[in-house]
């Protein structure tokens, strides 16, 4: 039995950390650190979650012969279950470049081939999601990512999704979802995040979350009250991940019947700590090292 099922983006990132800011056009800045390692949602979800010390199995996108050795070898050293993982021959990647900078993080691409050329990624297997205790859905892979939810709700399987419109299958049905502001933003320029939220929660069975970055985390669903919660205040060095890391920990507490409100900061802590360290998810904390945060952080 696996304790939570990953299926959606595996990639391989080339992680460029800057010197201060990113540059303007024509400008030049200087390159303090280069890091490849596999990255996308359900990738950093899958290794947030072992360190912590569950058993995780990841599916999604098929991988080229490039890429390919280099994420197993990754996610064999994580003990991540790659058995659902497909190796695509004559194929190339998926893969990307990131730029991390003090302002932020710039990410270059190639994922406009992948998502509009035709499938480039597995089919859910019945098997893995019969056999999980939570599923972890990136809901990108268009109708498989609809069938994977499917799955879970035929087979009473809780899952947890993200960044996605309310009238998706995979969005209505889920367990939780966890919306970005980034995501709220780009969708629905100039809307108010307070009517979003009531527009989901009327729309969606389960926990709504929107969180902000930074600033605050507003969740609830149609049939409990919305709260808020401010993440505590760190020096964040890189944010990379942190979105993926939070639903990771949003997972963790699913799998364990938490309440909302020890779901939320539990997540919420653990992205806090991932923003500490860098690059990426790559230095993400134990489940006693963050145990040890939350107590020493919340009064």
């Not at 996308?40 to 979800?45: F, L, S």
């Not at 497909?86 to 994922?111: A, N, Q």
């Not at 600033?215 to 505590?232: L, R």
């Amino acid at each position: 039995m696996i304790d939570v099922y990953c299926y959606g983006l595996v990639e391989l990132s080339s992680i460029y950390t800057l010197a201060d800011k990113f540059p303007s056009a024509d400008g030049y800045k200087e390159v303090e650190r280069v890091v490849e390692v596999p990255g996308g949602e359900a990738t950093n979800a899958a290794v947030v979650l072992s360190r912590l010390g569950l058993k995780t199995k990841i599916a999604g996108t098929w991988l080229g012969e490039d890429v390919y050795n280099k994420v197993k070898t990754y996610f064999d050293k994580e003990n991540v279950d790659t058995k659902s993982l497909e190796l695509k021959k004559k194929y190339s990647g998926p893969r990307d470049m990131v730029f991390v900078s003090d302002d932020g993080r710039t990410v270059f691409g190639w994922f406009g081939k992948l998502w509009f050329q035709g499938r480039k990624w597995s089919k859910p297997k019945t098997s893995d999601i019969k056999n999980c205790r939570v599923a972890c859905l990136d809901p990108f892979m268009h109708k498989e990512s609809d069938d994977a939810a499917r799955l879970c709700v035929k087979y009473g399987k809780k899952y947890v999704t993200i960044d996605e419109k309310p009238e998706r299958y995979i969005i209505k049905h889920s367990d939780v979802v966890v919306l970005s502001g980034e995501f709220l933003q780009r969708e629905y320029p100039g809307a108010e995040l307070d009517k979003l939220f009531e527009e989901y929660a009327k729309k969606c069975k389960g926990l709504v979350i929107i969180t902000s970055g930074a600033d605050k985390i507003t969740y609830g669903s149609s049939k409990t009250t919305k709260k808020v919660f401010k993440p505590a205040k760190v020096e964040a060095v890189d944010t990379l991940g942190a979105g993926d890391t939070f639903r990771a920990g949003i997972s963790f507490g699913l799998l364990h019947n938490w309440d909302d409100d020890k779901t939320v900061i539990f997540a919420s802590m653990l992205a806090s700590m991932v923003c500490m360290s860098g690059p990426g998810v790559t230095k993400s904390p134990s489940l006693k090292e963050l145990e040890k945060f939350i107590k020493n952080t919340i009064v």
